[in-house]
């Protein structure tokens, strides 16, 4: 059996009731809660769609108020990832420059948890890591901070050449924005803070 990362990419670009999903579900030992999205709770993944099409997966790596929201994603990632591996590890295992790049707030504090989200192409998919300040270490020996970060999140979809045409130029055409302001409503109605390791 395909491990959990790459039977969920394999899953993208097909309708929900094709038989390799159902194959999933079932495999995955529970049904979705449906809220727009799929949601599996128990695993930290939410499978998202458009007109009955899979574009996109969310990971959720770090969490709290799981009860409310999603338990910790426990699963395999992509080239040998680990789920404790921060920013720079990241980006030397996948051997790639990330896409795109958005970072903010490095000077607030610890508990702060949205500093940083690299988007990498991996055709057919493009994969957003997300990253939360763990701590930082003033150095003596550097100039400025040393930020280490810890991975909160991944999410996973299609890219814009293989997307479905039926998917495509439309206002649901950026899943991973549809779901980001999803977590943003989830995080303020359960006072959502990333849980840190020390």
């Given at each position: ?82 789920l404790s591996d921060g920013r720079g590890v990241i980006s030397t295992k996948l051997g790639i420059s990330p896409v ?22 991996m055709p057919p998919l493009l994969l957003t890591f997300n990253f939360a ?66």
């Open positions: 059996m395909l491990n959990t990362y790459e039977r969920v990419s394999a899953l993208l670009g097909k309708p929900i009731d094709d038989a390799l999903c159902s194959r999933f579900v079932r495999d995955i030992g529970y049904e979705p809660k449906f809220n727009g999205t799929y949601l599996f709770a128990k695993s930290g993944l939410v499978l998202m769609h458009h007109r009955r099409i899979l574009v996109a997966a969310f990971f959720q790596i770090e969490c709290e108020d799981a009860q409310d929201w999603l338990e910790p994603y426990v699963g395999d990632l992509p080239r040998d990832i680990q795109n790049v958005e970072q903010s707030n490095l000077d607030m504090p610890v508990d702060h948890s949205s500093v940083a989200m690299d988007t990498y192409a300040l763990k701590k930082v270490v003033a150095d003596a020996q550097v100039t400025g901070k040393q930020v280490e970060t810890i991975l909160t999140s991944l999410i996973v979809r299609l890219d814009d050449d293989n997307l479905p045409e039926s998917c495509k130029e439309t206002e649901d055409s950026r899943p991973e924005e549809s779901f980001m302001a999803i977590t943003r409503r989830r995080r303020a109605q359960f006072n959502f803070r990333g849980r840190h390791r020390g």
